[in-house]
């Protein structure tokens, strides 16, 4: 079918990319789904089983979508101001606010999350102003909790929310906003009827862009939360590594993999539903 | 609010009580004063950057406005942020919800004061019925076709019974066939609603053939606010001569208030002109008030060029001096244009050129 192929590309040109992603990509992770099928003494849904039944397990999975909703949330309500603000602002300040989003993309992940720990840390930013300004006498734990984790990564991953929401504001016509107003809505109505919908592609965009990326968080999750709280990727380590357990880490990635796989499901469908009239 | 839902506040006057606008150290409105009637449709004309859409934005509330008032049915309406100004816009792009459909479009102003949804429904189709599209009610605005959006945009813009209507640039996003009859379109429901309106653009047609008036604008000041007509034939500036309808500008010199020498020879009588005798003047006359003559008499020249346009024929002449004027004639069927080179004379009807001091 190449004749069919756009732009006449002959289709072969896809094969070095295609046979890098089946044999680094599929086999593994066909190999993943029957490693999960080992029980002791022959294959089974029985490490299935046991993290389902497992209430210390279960409440590691919801632990962790919590989180991924935790951070969205986070990342939402304080990029949207931002990318609005963008939408709206001259070629100068686009530019300015541009690079402010894409600049923590110029660091390491590691580098970003050893910042979050000398910030949060019992001797850290935080605590040493609060301490030093009087409002506290011993230094707060800020570090190693859920709170912390949510900050970090809510920081980590905030171009990958701003960035698709500055495309869907943008496209948008200001003059909508305007008509809104003659019409007689005042700033919430047209906030609600014509700004919100019309930002909807981007919403859903950057929402699944930010939720995968921070359930799946490994290095942020382990370094801020640290041994205290346990999130599914830690998980899969310690089952797989620390206790050797390799059927059991594979059944408790495919869940993993099929509960992100949902979510990101349902958001695209709303997204498709939502695009359907923009 | 209150009172814009109701059939009586339609045709209000409004006055543009010395408006002047600066932006960013620029003036882009200079003390306009505009007094319109009630029901009226005032066209701002004018070439871009001349301040008519910061002056269309200050009615509508976008802008406020450095000096001067807006007074609406005898109230000022200065104060007043833009969704309690009960004016309707139909912007240049027509800015329709591209998520809602066509009725909930034009019920969008209705919801927004609280109208109930029975009425807001009904009130959208009597609105899509004026302008002819009611059967497009349940469609979205991208499968309607550029003119229907703009009648959507219009009926949209109604429905809330505004008592200034704004319309900026309506047509010039529409294609040269279409816009004639949407001229005509939105003139029978802008006189079927009876409101007040306001027509920016930069297209002298359409300023000419759709306005009761028009206030010609140029770089922020008013330079002349009459019926078009008058606009045409007795043009206040130069400026308006030459923007307003084509014109020949030739230098000359005012040998009395009604008559000017030109330079490329030839006395002639011009409207009345205020500049002193002896002042160097410019002499503007429309090319159809030029005449070609073959006998010897009037100013020699030679044709450049010659276009037929169908109803009309088009020379280009060449003076002695090298200066150049365009002269339109009415066609008889038949008729050719002269050829290149031809030596003709022409001919300037009386009474119909004006005169504008050098400044």
């Given at each position: 079918m190449a004749a069919a192929s756009p732009a006449g590309f002959d289709p072969r040109l896809a094969w070095p990319l295609g046979s890098f992603l089946a044999l680094l990509f599929a086999v593994p992770l066909a190999m993943l789904l029957v490693i999960s099928l080992q029980t002791g003494d022959g294959y089974g849904f029985g490490q299935y089983a046991k993290f389902l039944t497992d209430w210390f397990s279960l409440r590691i999975l919801g632990g962790t979508l919590r989180l991924g909703v935790e951070v969205t949330i986070a990342c939402l309500v304080l990029g949207f101001p931002l990318a609005w603000l963008h939408a709206r602002s001259p070629g100068w300040a686009k530019s300015a606010i541009t690079l402010v989003v894409l600049l923590p993309l110029l660091t390491s992940v590691v580098v970003r999350t050893f910042a979050w720990i000398v910030i949060l840390g019992r001797q850290g930013i935080i605590n040493n102003a609060l301490v030093g300004a009087g409002l506290i006498d011993t230094p707060l734990r800020l570090l190693y909790t859920e709170g912390g984790v949510v900050a970090a990564l809510a920081q980590v991953q905030m171009p990958l929310m701003v960035l698709p929401l500055v495309a869907a504001l943008g496209r948008a016509d200001p003059n909508l906003a305007d008509a809104a107003s003659i019409l007689g809505a005042g700033a919430w109505r047209t906030w609600r009827t014509v700004v919100l919908p019309l930002a909807m592609p981007g919403i859903i965009a950057g929402c699944l862009l930010t939720f995968t990326a921070s359930v799946t968080a490994f290095i942020t999750q382990s370094l801020v939360g640290g041994g205290q709280m346990m999130f599914m990727p830690a998980y899969v380590l310690q089952q797989a590594?620390?206790?050797?357990?390799m059927p059991f880490a594979a059944a408790i990635s495919v869940i993993f993999l099929v509960c992100v796989l949902i979510v990101v499901a349902l958001l695209s469908l709303l997204g498709r539903r939502s695009r359907a009239h923009v | 609010m209150e009172q814009a839902s109701t059939d009586t506040v339609t045709g209000r006057s409004l006055l543009l009580d010395r408006i002047t606008h600066r932006y960013a150290g620029q003036t882009a409105v200079g003390n306009v004063t505009l007094d319109i009637g009630g029901g009226e449709l005032v066209a701002l004309l004018?070439?871009?950057?001349?301040g008519k859409t910061t002056l269309l934005r200050i009615v509508a509330g976008f802008v406020q406005q450095t000096a001067g008032q807006v007074v609406v049915g005898g109230t000022p309406v200065d104060h007043l942020p833009p969704n309690r100004r009960a004016v309707g816009i139909v912007f240049q792009n027509y800015a329709l919800f591209p998520h809602m459909t066509i009725a909930d479009n034009v019920a969008y102003g209705l919801a927004a004061r609280g109208v109930d949804r029975t009425t807001q429904k009904a009130e959208a189709m009597r609105m899509l019925e004026l302008v002819q599209l009611?059967?497009?009610?349940?469609?979205?605005?991208?499968?309607?076709?550029g003119g229907q959006q703009q009648r959507v945009a219009l009926a949209r813009a109604l429905a809330v019974k505004p008592s200034i209507l704004l319309l900026d640039e309506p047509f010039s996003a529409l294609d040269k066939n279409l816009r004639l009859d949407m001229q005509i379109e939105v003139k029978r429901i802008q006189r079927l609603a009876g409101v007040t309106t306001i027509l920016v653009t930069h297209d002298q047609e359409e300023a000419l053939s759709m306005a009761d008036r028009v206030a010609v604008l140029s770089a922020g000041k008013l330079e002349q606010f009459a019926p078009p007509t008058q606009v045409y034939d007795t043009p206040a500036s130069l400026f308006v001569n030459g923007f307003v309808g084509q014109a020949n500008m030739l230098p000359g010199t005012l040998v009395s208030p009604t008559a000017a020498t030109l330079d490329i020879g030839g006395t002639i009588p011009v409207r009345h002109c205020a500049a002193g005798t002896g002042s160097r003047v410019t002499i503007c006359i429309r090319p159809e008030h030029l005449q070609l003559d073959d006998?010897?008499?009037?100013i020699p020249a030679t044709v450049g060029l010659g276009l037929p346009l169908g109803p009309t024929i088009v020379h280009e002449l060449r003076f002695a001096d090298g200066s150049t004027a365009k002269v339109i004639e009415p066609r008889t069927p038949g008729a050719a244009p002269r050829p290149a080179g031809t030596a003709v004379h022409v001919t300037i009807a009386p009474d119909l050129a004006n005169a504008f001091a050098l400044s």
């Amino acid at each position: 079918m190449a004749a069919a192929s756009p732009a006449g590309f002959d289709p072969r040109l896809a094969w070095p990319l295609g046979s890098f992603l089946a044999l680094l990509f599929a086999v593994p992770l066909a190999m993943l789904l029957v490693i999960s099928l080992q029980t002791g003494d022959g294959y089974g849904f029985g490490q299935y089983a046991k993290f389902l039944t497992d209430w210390f397990s279960l409440r590691i999975l919801g632990g962790t979508l919590r989180l991924g909703v935790e951070v969205t949330i986070a990342c939402l309500v304080l990029g949207f101001p931002l990318a609005w603000l963008h939408a709206r602002s001259p070629g100068w300040a686009k530019s300015a606010i541009t690079l402010v989003v894409l600049l923590p993309l110029l660091t390491s992940v590691v580098v970003r999350t050893f910042a979050w720990i000398v910030i949060l840390g019992r001797q850290g930013i935080i605590n040493n102003a609060l301490v030093g300004a009087g409002l506290i006498d011993t230094p707060l734990r800020l570090l190693y909790t859920e709170g912390g984790v949510v900050a970090a990564l809510a920081q980590v991953q905030m171009p990958l929310m701003v960035l698709p929401l500055v495309a869907a504001l943008g496209r948008a016509d200001p003059n909508l906003a305007d008509a809104a107003s003659i019409l007689g809505a005042g700033a919430w109505r047209t906030w609600r009827t014509v700004v919100l919908p019309l930002a909807m592609p981007g919403i859903i965009a950057g929402c699944l862009l930010t939720f995968t990326a921070s359930v799946t968080a490994f290095i942020t999750q382990s370094l801020v939360g640290g041994g205290q709280m346990m999130f599914m990727p830690a998980y899969v380590l310690q089952q797989a590594i620390a206790l050797g357990d390799m059927p059991f880490a594979a059944a408790i990635s495919v869940i993993f993999l099929v509960c992100v796989l949902i979510v990101v499901a349902l958001l695209s469908l709303l997204g498709r539903r939502s695009r359907a009239h923009v | 609010m209150e009172q814009a839902s109701t059939d009586t506040v339609t045709g209000r006057s409004l006055l543009l009580d010395r408006i002047t606008h600066r932006y960013a150290g620029q003036t882009a409105v200079g003390n306009v004063t505009l007094d319109i009637g009630g029901g009226e449709l005032v066209a701002l004309l004018g070439p871009s950057g001349c301040g008519k859409t910061t002056l269309l934005r200050i009615v509508a509330g976008f802008v406020q406005q450095t000096a001067g008032q807006v007074v609406v049915g005898g109230t000022p309406v200065d104060h007043l942020p833009p969704n309690r100004r009960a004016v309707g816009i139909v912007f240049q792009n027509y800015a329709l919800f591209p998520h809602m459909t066509i009725a909930d479009n034009v019920a969008y102003g209705l919801a927004a004061r609280g109208v109930d949804r029975t009425t807001q429904k009904a009130e959208a189709m009597r609105m899509l019925e004026l302008v002819q599209l009611a059967h497009l009610a349940t469609r979205l605005p991208r499968a309607l076709s550029g003119g229907q959006q703009q009648r959507v945009a219009l009926a949209r813009a109604l429905a809330v019974k505004p008592s200034i209507l704004l319309l900026d640039e309506p047509f010039s996003a529409l294609d040269k066939n279409l816009r004639l009859d949407m001229q005509i379109e939105v003139k029978r429901i802008q006189r079927l609603a009876g409101v007040t309106t306001i027509l920016v653009t930069h297209d002298q047609e359409e300023a000419l053939s759709m306005a009761d008036r028009v206030a010609v604008l140029s770089a922020g000041k008013l330079e002349q606010f009459a019926p078009p007509t008058q606009v045409y034939d007795t043009p206040a500036s130069l400026f308006v001569n030459g923007f307003v309808g084509q014109a020949n500008m030739l230098p000359g010199t005012l040998v009395s208030p009604t008559a000017a020498t030109l330079d490329i020879g030839g006395t002639i009588p011009v409207r009345h002109c205020a500049a002193g005798t002896g002042s160097r003047v410019t002499i503007c006359i429309r090319p159809e008030h030029l005449q070609l003559d073959d006998a010897t008499t009037g100013i020699p020249a030679t044709v450049g060029l010659g276009l037929p346009l169908g109803p009309t024929i088009v020379h280009e002449l060449r003076f002695a001096d090298g200066s150049t004027a365009k002269v339109i004639e009415p066609r008889t069927p038949g008729a050719a244009p002269r050829p290149a080179g031809t030596a003709v004379h022409v001919t300037i009807a009386p009474d119909l050129a004006n005169a504008f001091a050098l400044s």
